[in-house]
Structure formats: C-alpha cells, structure tokens
C-alpha cells in the first residue's frame, strides 16, 4: 500500500538518482545506518532524491555542486525514522504541538485518534486534518472511531473511510456489545473491514482468550491494553500484534518487558511500541526513543529493539514501501543517532529535509500564527447557565470512589449525612446547560475545597467541592475566566490552567502546557491526590470504556451492565 506516492516526475528521478545517470540532491557519504531487514549495522553510501532514498550501497556516483554531501561524525548511525502507532493528540495538548514534539523525538508518523475532533468539529474534523498534515512537517494518518458516542452517523463513518490519511478503525471499546449480537456494531465494523487494507484496533484490558479469538475473527489485528506478560502472548498466540504501551498511568513496560525477554513464544515481528496518548509533561520525557531504550535495558539485542518502533508498525499498517527502514524507495524520513545506544536523535530528516539539528528546530513554528489558526478552528465556549446552591441535589445513594488515576468502583453513602473526610460533591454539569448530574466522589483529593473542569471526555464540565456555593462560585470565575481548569484549595493558594481550544486544549507548545500541568499535579498531590495523573482522573470521570462508573448525559451508569443509576436533573433557569 502506497499512502505516501510520488509524482510520475518524482519517480522519474528516483529510478535516474538510483542508477547514477542523475546527481542525487544528498549524498550521505559512507555512512553507518541500522539495516532492520537483516538486523545488522552497516556502512554505505545513501543517496536522497526529493523525498525519498534513490541507493544504498557501496558505489560511489558522481554529484553536483547543488548536491549536499553529509559526512557524519565518528559513531554517528542513520536509523529509520519511528513510528507512533496509537496516538491520542487532543491530551491537553493540541495536534500541531503534538506533532511538533514528537519530531523533535524522532517520531516522524503517528496513527491518531479523531473521536476528539469529530465530537468537536463535526463535519470540519476532516478539513482540520488535512490543513494540519499541510502546515505540520510530522506525518498524521488517522484512525475512525465506529462505537464511541460522538462517531456520527454511518454518513460520517464513510466519509472517513474514504479518506486517504484514514487507515484503521478503532479503537474499539464496545466489543462486548459486538459480541452479544448488536447489529449496528456489526455493520459498522463490516463497512470498514470491507475496504482494501483497513486495520482494527482493539480496546481490550483483561479480556478472555474466549472472547479475544471471537474479536480476532470479527477483524481486530492488535490490541496496546496487555497489562502483562501473559497478555502479550494471549495476543500474539490468536493472531494479534501486541502493542506494548509506556505511558503516564500505565509505565509498566519495564515489567512487561521482564516476562518476555527470552521466551521463546514471544514474536518480536508481531510487537510493536505505543505510550497511548500521555499526558504533556510526560509526552516529552518518554518518548519512543525512551521506550526503545527500556527495550534494549531490559536484554532485547538493538536491532530488535528499534523494529518495534520501525519496521513492524510500517509493515502492520501497509506502510512498509515507504518507510520503517533504510533501503531504495523508501521516504527519507529518519534519525541521525550519536549511537545505537542512545535512540533520541540528534538529528531529524523529513521527506528529504531537515527539520531538526542537533535537537534544535530549524524551522520553528511561528506560535502567535499557530495559536491564531487552531481558535479560528475552536472557539472559545461559555457554560451558558448559572448554577445555584439549591440546584446542588444529591439524590442517590451511590458515589464514585477512586481506585487509581481513572478506574473507580461504586460506594454507599447516606445523602443527609455530612461529608467525610476523603468525600467531596461532585457535579457534571452539560455544555449546554440542559441539564446536571450530581454525586459524591470519594478519594479524590482532601485538599482541594473546589475544583471546576471544561477538560473531560464528554466534553462537559466537572464540578468537585465540599461546599455548594463554593462550586458555583468556582463555575461563576471560571466562566469569566474562559474554559480550562480552575481550582482553589483548602490554604487559599488556586491554579488555573486555560484551555481554550474547545474546553480541552491548550494553544500553546508542548513546553508551555507540561509545565502548568506539572505544577498543577505537584499542588494536587499536596493538597491529597494519592495518584499520578490527576488530569486523566478528570478526563475518564466521563468515560465509557473503562469500569466500573462513571458519568454522562444517560446519567450515572455501571459500565459493565450499563444499569443507570441515577439520572440526570433538567435545570429550568429561565
């Protein structure tokens, strides 16, 4: 499959570069590069035209003075450029900062989720992207979510299909519902598995070998949820690749790692790398170049190691013509290395050019003109109601009690009775202002006296507090203030972190939003957040697809059975 094809005048000067009859525009001048087809470092000339590697080898053709030759330093090495292949890039931050930041790792294509921006921009999400790949130097493909609500309408879903960046569906969260017979799930799944190369991914923690082999026949080719070792060769054993995941509320790849290096069913061709759509101040810090170093700590020999993030997602997706190594006709799309040792590149090629210098951007975005296009895509919002004390009505008797960063459980209280010391009310009020859900939530943070949050799954906002005219006070400032996060805590210090861009996006660099996260995980963390992550606790409080209850427009609901429990109160204001 050729997603990436060239010109008949390009290919022309491919075919010319590659037998000598024509100068190449690089020559990389006996260069050390990792050859991932044989597994071996060797040494060679390269030769660029346009966009992409006309010969590797040992002749030496002749140049011209317009041909940029590049002899590199003693222990440099040339890898293929990596690959990203499950991407979130709405996390906070914003798809252009995401694909900025990943470059500068080395990662030159990432397999992004667009349930975001179809449940932001509707009809606009595909014009979005192709404006994004347009003014981005990373490379985007996209993935259509068939199951999740905000995925439109099966109009919707074609559109996607039939677009030339989409090149999976998923991921998909409702398998059990494919699996008791839903009949619309079917259809949706069978549309896209109809079209010609189109991959599945699956959601699937802590699923059965049972109902993973009935997946596998309904088309899901890969899963990124194995929470162990024996997950990963469940996988692998039902036909699946096994994407291991490095990410903020999940880093146990080190773990994972530990169980399979050395066992013999442990296919390193079917295994690919993924941190799942971190949060900011992690994206950067652990990178796919981090995650291919924990890969060689843990005893997997270097070659192996940077396959995962090469060559096997390009050959997964159809992709392998044209990038995931260094050979002829593939794009010139890689890492200049200090050595094999070390994965974070000094240097970046992107179709061709440079983009990245020892790790300095050579053509740095201009951040006042990429703020301004991204709110011309979403504008700010307002919460247009005013909630009141009174309309702050608890009327079940079940809460939401926190087991880690984003898995909960059900709990019993009594609504008269005061709040304990590890509860606090908690409200999810709807964009529109239709209509409020309300609760109590139990270990979330004793600290924090009111908390109000545009950053959710749903794309409503979250209220959290111990008392009810602080919450709308709180909902009041940050209405005023503009959409993001705003919390006061119990010592009288507050932070707030704008997100303008549609509630759930900064319009800054990858820098900018890491920071006002971390601080705002420290000051969380204080005030009596026992996790990692409280930025995902906010965003999963909305979520669908992991148990076991959560919060929405249908009301408060046990995932597993979908019983509702409580529904939500219409709010009359006028």
Not at 92 to 116: C, E, H, I, K
Not at 389 to 407: A, M, W
Request: glycine share 8%; with cysteine; charged share 20%.
């Amino acid at each position: 499959m050729r997603v990436y094809p060239c010109s008949l005048e390009e290919y022309r000067d491919l075919i010319s570069v590659s037998v000598g009859s024509r100068p190449s525009h690089i020559w990389f001048k006996n260069a050390a590069y990792l050859n991932v087809y044989t597994g071996q470092v060797e040494r060679g000339h390269i030769y660029i035209s346009g966009k992409r590697i006309a010969y590797v080898g040992s002749k030496e053709y002749a140049v011209s003075p317009n041909t940029q030759i590049v002899e590199m330093e003693q222990g440099q090495i040339i890898v293929p450029g990596y690959i990203e292949p499950h991407a979130h890039p709405c996390q906070m931050y914003n798809p252009f900062a995401w694909g900025a930041s990943q470059l500068r790792g080395g990662t030159v294509l990432s397999m992004n989720d667009n349930l975001s921006l179809l449940m932001q921009l509707g009809e606009r999400a595909i014009p979005f992207i192709e404006e994004l790949e347009r003014i981005s130097s990373h490379m985007f493909m996209w993935w259509c979510n068939v199951d999740q609500v905000g995925a439109g309408d099966r109009g919707t879903l074609q559109a996607w299909l039939e677009h030339p960046s989409v090149i999976q569906g998923g991921e998909f969260t409702e398998w059990f519902k494919l699996l008791q017979g839903d009949e619309e799930l079917l259809e949706r799944l069978y549309m896209l598995k109809s079209r010609p190369f189109m991959r599945a991914e699956g959601h699937l923690p802590g699923v059965s070998d049972e109902k993973i082999s009935g997946l596998a026949a309904a088309g899901i080719g890969a899963d990124h949820e194995s929470l162990n070792a024996e997950d990963v060769l469940k996988r692998l054993r039902l036909g699946l690749y096994a994407t291991l995941r490095y990410s903020s509320i999940r880093p146990d790849l080190p773990d994972i790692l530990a169980g399979l290096v050395g066992n013999p069913r442990f296919n390193l061709s079917r295994v690919m790398l993924t941190s799942d759509g971190p949060s900011p101040h992690f994206t950067e810090a652990h990178n796919t170049a981090s995650m291919i170093k924990l890969c060689m700590e843990a005893g997997l020999p270097a070659a192996d190691a940077y396959r995962l993030a090469t060559l096997n997602p390009a050959t997964y997706y159809g992709l392998d013509e044209d990038l995931g190594g260094i050979a002829p006709g593939r794009l010139a799309s890689f890492n200049v290395l200090p050595s094999l040792d070390e994965p974070s590149p000094l240097h970046v090629m992107q179709n061709g050019k440079w983009c990245i210098w020892n790790r300095n951007d050579l053509h740095p975005a201009d951040e006042a003109a990429v703020a301004g296009w991204l709110r011309s895509w979403f504008p700010a919002r307002r919460i247009p109601v005013e909630l009141l004390p009174e309309q702050i009505t608890v009327q079940s008797h079940t809460g939401i009690e926190l087991i880690n960063d984003v898995i909960t459980k059900p709990y019993e209280f009594v609504p008269d009775d005061l709040l304990d010391a590890e509860e606090s009310l908690i409200t999810l009020l709807d964009s529109k202002g239709k209509w409020a859900l309300h609760t109590r939530i139990k270990g979330f943070a004793a600290g924090v006296l009111a908390l109000a949050s545009t950053y959710s799954a749903s794309g409503d906002t979250l209220l959290i507090g111990r008392n009810e005219a602080i919450i709308c006070s709180i909902l009041r400032e940050l209405n005023e203030r503009g959409d993001g996060i705003l919390v006061y805590f119990n010592n009288g210090s507050q932070l707030y972190i704008p997100l303008p861009l549609g509630g759930t996006m900064s319009d800054g660099s990858m820098g900018e939003i890491s920071s006002a996260l971390d601080r705002f995980t420290c000051m969380m963390q204080e005030h009596g957040y026992c996790y990692r992550d409280p930025a995902y606790t906010l965003l999963f409080l909305t979520a669908s697809h992991l148990p076991y209850i959560r919060m929405s427009a249908k009301g408060l609901y046990l995932v597993k059975n979908g019983q509702v429990i409580a529904s939500p109160i219409s709010l009359d204001n006028g």
